[in-house]
């Protein structure tokens, strides 16, 4: 993983001692969020734990930080082997943030807290869903026990304020960012000389979890299209669903696309891959609750194309940072992605602008106001 540089000086007098809870036994957005914000604490002074899920992969991950890692079950609201044990280890490590990822954990954290009695200890939570929330006495009683509930758009606030009163639950609207890194620093691979590829052949790209809600096949479909007046290629980074990846290998085969897309498998820094792209298509059929890819593409001078289906108008403005279009049109996608390679002026004008524009998310601002949630 690549280092987070923070241009500022330390934002805390006092060491604070957190408690990172990382959501899943699997490595994915959220996984990757705790992991980021935890190297930039460590990075900020202060004192840093994780607890997870028994998971080779999270272990392995975080190993790159060097951090106190513990696994417990986790395994439901009442998981009282979990509760006990998390409030042994807030009392002592003296843990004074517990951040939470998922209501499970906010749930052990309070209850933790309750048991020792330990009313100084900050628990938060970070949303990661558009999402409405749930009205049961249990989650109000929760809801009056979260510090702070922070959510990572104004959409996933909102569906989750759609169902539950603002009075009951404090809030707060932070934004994803990631890491600062220059473009002159962000090698692209040359796919064209790896791949054996025509010069003039075009990268498209896709970057993320290979799972139906984030609709590669359609971006499948649409090379055929494509194919009629472009020389395309379409390479696609990213694990997931083994059962939906074995379909998209038998659409390729079927299409006769055998030689036109280009598995990659899970990459570590996406930025070289990024970079060397000529349009990203990220069309997403879920409620993204932010799209945390998009930035990236961003970051990575790569006009991207996206859809409507969460948060991502908070990132995108159509035609000036990107293109925005429907979900699940296989037609829209082939419309816009000609559009892109067809138009250079709009090419280079979304470029630029959403490089600019992607400097309201960068990390160092993210974490400030991160930390200072953490202390207010």
């Not at 986790?74 to 998922?102: M, P, T």
């Not at 054996?196 to 590669?216: A, I």
């Not at 939906?244 to 570590?268: E, P």
Request: overall charge positive.
């Amino acid at each position: 993983m690549y280092l987070c540089i923070f241009n500022m000086s330390k934002l805390n007098l006092v060491e604070l001692r957190i408690l990172q809870i990382v959501p899943t036994s699997e490595w994915g957005g959220g996984e990757r969020y705790v992991y980021d914000l935890a190297e930039a604490t460590k990075a900020n002074g202060d004192k840093v734990f994780v607890v997870a899920r028994k998971s080779n992969v999270v272990r392995k991950k975080f190993s790159d930080l060097n951090l106190p890692f513990f696994t417990l079950p986790l395994l439901f609201l009442f998981d009282v082997y979990s509760i006990v044990r998390l409030a042994f280890f807030i009392k002592k490590h003296q843990i004074n943030v517990v951040h939470a990822h998922i209501f499970c954990d906010a749930f052990l954290s309070v209850f933790a807290k309750k048991l020792i009695r330990a009313k100084s200890v900050k628990v938060v939570m970070t949303r990661h869903l558009v999402k409405q929330g749930k009205n049961s006495f249990l989650y109000r009683y929760l809801y009056r026990n979260i510090d702070t509930l922070i959510f990572v758009s104004k959409a996933a606030e909102s569906a989750f304020l759609s169902t539950v009163s603002a009075k009951d639950i404090r809030t707060a609207v932070v934004h994803n960012a990631v890491k600062d890194i220059p473009l002159e620093k962000m090698i692209p691979i040359d796919f064209r000389q790896k791949l054996n590829l025509d010069v003039h052949t075009k990268l498209l790209g896709f970057c993320g979890r290979l799972d139906p809600e984030k609709g590669v096949d359609l971006i499948i479909d649409a090379l055929p299209q494509l194919l009629l007046q472009h020389n395309v290629v379409l390479l696609i980074a990213g694990a997931g669903d083994k059962k939906y990846t074995d379909c998209l290998h038998q659409k390729i085969h079927d299409l006769n696309l055998d030689g036109n897309v280009f598995f990659l498998g899970f990459l570590n820094d996406v930025f070289p891959f990024l970079a060397a792209l000529d349009v990203a298509i990220l069309p997403s059929r879920a409620k993204e609750s932010f799209g945390l890819a998009l930035v990236e593409c961003m970051r990575a001078g790569c006009p991207v194309i996206t859809t409507n289906t969460g948060a991502q108008e908070e990132i995108i403005e159509n035609q000036e940072t990107g293109l925005i279009i429907p979900p699940n049109s296989i037609s829209e996608i082939v419309e816009k992605t000609k559009t892109l390679l067809e138009n250079p002026d709009l090419y280079s004008k979304i470029r630029e602008n959403a490089l600019k524009s992607c400097e309201s998310f960068n990390y160092a601002t993210f974490f400030k106001t991160i930390h200072n949630l953490y202390t207010k």
